[in-house]
């Protein structure tokens, strides 16, 4: 399977280099062109695609730029979008990435499509001809750096860095043709495990295991992007355990690397996870801006902070994450989550374009300068589970490209290419997917919540699940109200954002609906700006949802997917319909019976 790429030749040897790669993928997919190749190392990624007055096409770039040439030409003719006659494309940001959760095992944390394409057994072991299929269908959208391996680094992933070193120096050689590089999550106490008593970032040994490890990957492999790093995160170690604090820990690897021209991606996912759900003072959304913001400034040249789009966890509502709005003398990422850990499990359908252009809608493209997406891949024969969550990793890429890549023609390009659709069936399925994101909201936790998940899993409803556990997730629903008031008068957490966001979301009068209940704590009887109370409001986005979850299943049983896909895709449009309707009783009747409210319109409602 080739997912959206299943129209190309199969590519059944090993590209010496991008541009031979190139030459390969235009011939066999347009080869009534011709198309004539320019090196200009100057233009390292970025490209351009000209008409001769002979008719012939020529497209120039360095040598990954000629690559993503040559498959924008490709996906232009493949979806029918043409191309002007003299047009030129460079990546708005150099880091285009995605972070794999695979376990040296061969499991997948968060992974919702089947078991690792790396890693089996605790050793590496790929299919090599899974791995060039990866890196087209990476290289087909614009993206360039692999992290393979999770960043809650269990044994014996740290042998990456070790033992595994020569293999993974193979996997790279396998990638580079594609313009992909490898990255590796690194477990920042590993120096502990060669007889160094400590793993303090300002202790000479542990500075000098770092350079001499460092010596050695990237004599292995030198153009390793980097290292991601989660540190004192849910249990990982870090810095703090040695009273130092993020920018000491990520200067100290920073250096280490830095003679190579290594990067060090550090998360910034960091929180209190013993929280006492008793304890108010504490507000888990503010634990980023408190760990971080001072250290804005701080961080080494070749450090950057990666920070989830949300102060929370990738949940189906958050806002942006004030962190990305307040660091300005930091380098930032942007990470997303492809995998639907709280979105659907790659059962829901669920495409995630339309929330992505919500962030950037209020995030400056500047203020960050990379992108990074947990992987929804797997060695599932589609790769995402789900044949439509495939969408997700193809925009992704579009967007990691031009973050102002227009939603809908991304999606229907990717529904062009995958499948050779007649107009009015290929509209339906486009409406669908991007309908899709606001019907799973309408059906799950409303008004920007949060964590009225199943536990753990994170899959189907249970909205006191969260209520009571350790996590700092909690929505305080009682007979009276609900949400958590994050104003100034509440637990501050708006103070965190500049002053025009304090306004937006600050009076329960202007808020918008959809995030009511992120930064307010409301009576079920407060009025919505479209004048229904908030309780009513709450049992129609559930009933509708459901609704429209029907509605889809009607329209994806209309549409002729091939086979497999068509299998799976109805097997699971059946398991979404059960969890739709899950969410809508389970979600209603939570709030009816703490309320008493009834439904306005006397639709069912269990009591
Ligand atoms: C990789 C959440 C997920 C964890 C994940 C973590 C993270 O807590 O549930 O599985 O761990 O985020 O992003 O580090």
């Known amino acids: 399977m080739k997912a959206w790429l299943s129209r190309l030749q199969d590519l059944d040897f090993s590209p010496a280099s991008p541009e031979e790669l190139a030459k390969f993928e235009l011939g066999s997919a347009l080869p009534s062109l011709s198309v004539r190749l320019e090196a200009d190392p100057a233009m390292g990624e970025g490209y351009r695609i000209r008409r001769e007055p002979d008719g012939g096409t020529v497209i120039s770039g360095g040598s990954s730029g000629i690559l993503y040439g040559a498959y924008a030409l490709i996906r232009s003719s493949l979806s029918g979008v043409s191309l002007p006659e003299d047009y030129a494309s460079a990546p708005r940001y150099s ?119 460092a010596a050695r990957v990237w004599k292995a492999i030198p153009d390793l992007a980097g290292f991601l790093v989660k540190a004192d995160s849910e249990g990982r170690p870090g810095p703090f355990t040695y009273g130092r604090n993020h920018a000491d820990g990520a200067n100290m690897l920073a250096d280490a690397v830095r003679p190579f021209g290594g990067i060090v991606i550090w998360r910034c996912f960091v929180y209190n996870c013993r929280q006492d759900w008793r304890d108010t003072k504490t507000d888990r959304p503010m634990a980023a801006w408190d760990n971080y913001a001072f250290l804005d400034g701080q961080f080494a040249e070749n450090v950057i902070l990666q920070i989830k789009h949300g102060p929370f966890d990738f949940q189906v509502r958050e806002p942006l994450s004030p962190l990305l709005l307040g660091m300005k003398h930091t380098n930032l990422a942007l990470e997303l989550q492809l995998a639907q850990e709280y979105t659907g499990h790659q059962i829901d359908i669920y495409t995630m374009i339309p929330m992505w252009h919500e962030l950037f809608d209020e995030l400056p493209t500047e203020n960050i300068m990379s992108v990074a997406a947990v992987s929804n891949l797997g060695n599932d024969a589609n790769y995402t589970g789900h044949p439509l969550a495939a969408v997700n990793f193809f925009t992704y890429g579009l967007l990691a490209w031009d973050p102002s890549v227009d939603a809908a023609s991304a999606v229907t390009s990717w529904v062009k290419m995958t499948y050779g659709f007649a107009p009015d069936q290929e509209q339906a399925l486009s409406s669908l997917l991007l309908s899709s994101r606001g019907i799973y909201e ?95 409001r709450i049992y129609d986005d559930h009933f509708e949802g459901f609704a429209e979850t029907q509605a889809m299943a009607e329209t994806v049983r209309t549409l002729p997917f091939p086979s497999p896909d068509r299998e799976i895709i109805l097997e699971r449009m059946d398991r979404q319909l059960r969890n739709a309707k899950e969410w809508c009783d389970i979600i209603n009747t939570f709030f009816f019976r703490l309320s008493g409210i009834p439904d306005g319109h006397g639709r069912k409602i269990y009591d």
């Open 95 to 213: 880091l285009r990435m995605i972070d794999c959760w695979d376990n040296a095992d061969g499991s997948v944390e968060r992974g919702y499509s089947g078991r690792s394409l790396f890693f089996d057994g605790g050793r590496l072991r790929y299919d090599p001809s899974r791995m060039r299929e990866l890196g087209r269908l990476m290289a087909s959208v614009g993206l360039n750096v692999l992290c393979i391996n999770n960043v809650n680094v269990h044994f014996p992933a740290q042998l990456l860095l070790e033992d595994y070193l020569p293999e993974a120096a193979a996997l790279a050689d396998l990638f580079r043709p594609f313009g992909v590089r490898l990255m590796f999550s690194v477990d920042f106490s590993q120096p502990m495990r060669h007889g160094i008593p400590t793993a303090d970032p300002m202790d000479p040994a542990v500075q000098a295991w770092w350079k001499e490890t």
């Open 442 to 536: 309408k059906y799950t936790a409303p008004l920007g919540i949060c964590w009225m998940v199943t536990p753990h899993d994170h899959y189907g409803p249970n909205p006191d699940g969260y209520e009571y556990d350790l996590w700092g997730t909690y929505h305080k629903a009682n007979r009276d109200a609900v949400g958590i008031d994050r104003t100034a008068a509440g637990t501050g957490y708006i103070l965190q954002y500049p002053e025009w966001m304090q306004r937006k979301y600050g009076d329960p009068a202007t808020c918008p609906d959809l995030y009511l209940l992120f930064f307010h704590r409301l009576p079920y009887t407060f009025r919505m700006q479209d004048g229904r109370t908030m309780i009513q």
